[in-house]
Every structure is written in structure tokens, then in C-alpha cells.
């Protein structure tokens, strides 16, 4: 968030869960071909307050933007409710909606 900040992104949306780690990725090199990647992370939904907040958030968002993109990776912060709400509103406002789905994500 401080490399955010120094470079002048805005980072007010940025929420986070204490109880949650950031995931750490450790790519394997041989000369230029990355051989294996190792994920440290824990996958899980997040806290009922914490998804209220990130919804509400999310909505907020929605004026002005010309796309929605919605993409978990299946790490569990995006829960089939905030889906559905996010791109209710949104299809509401005439805002298109694109998913990046991953196998575990709650929207296919």
C-alpha cells in the first residue's frame, strides 16, 4: 500500500482482514523458464462485516465506471451474494460485466 501511495494510486478501496494473509508466490527459474510456482495463502471466505463493507463498497464504486471486472481466482473474497448484487446494480445502470472465472470461483 505504501508503493500504491508513493506512486499516486489510490488506496481508500483497498479493505483488509487481519486474519487473512497476503499471498505470497515463489516462482522456480531455471536460465529464463519459470519451472513451478509455489502459493502460500489461505483461501477462505471472508468475515459477513467485511464482505457488507467490500458490497457496499463496490456499489459505491459503480458510478462512473465504464466495465465491471470481477475476478477472485478462487481465493474466497468474492462470495456469490457480492456477485450477484455487484452485477444486478450494474446491469441495472447499464454497465457491462465480465468475469475472469477460475474453476473455484462462486460465479461460472
Known amino acids: 500500500l505504501e508503493l500504491f501511495r508513493a506512486h499516486g494510486v489510490r488506496t481508500d478501496g483497498v479493505l483488509r482482514d487481519p486474519g487473512r494473509p497476503t499471498t505470497q508466490k515463489t516462482r522456480l527459474v531455471a536460465r529464463t523458464q519459470q519451472l513451478l510456482r509455489l502459493d502460500h495463502d489461505a483461501p ?7 464482505e457488507q463493507r467490500l458490497t457496499a463498497l463496490a456499489l459505491e464504486r459503480l458510478a ?4 465491471v471486472l470481477v475476478s477472485d481466482y478462487g481465493r474466497g ?3 456469490g451474494a457480492l456477485v ?3 452485477a ?3 446491469r441495472r445502470r447499464g454497465i457491462p460485466v ?4 477460475h474453476r473455484d470461483a462462486p460465479f461460472q
Open 98 to 101: 465480465l468475469a475472469d472465472p
Open 88 to 90: 444486478a446494480e450494474a
Open 77 to 79: 473474497v468474492l462470495s
Open 84 to 86: 450477484s448484487t455487484l
Open 64 to 67: 462512473g465506471v465504464a466495465a
Open 44 to 50: 477462505a471466505t471472508v468475515p459477513a462485516e467485511l
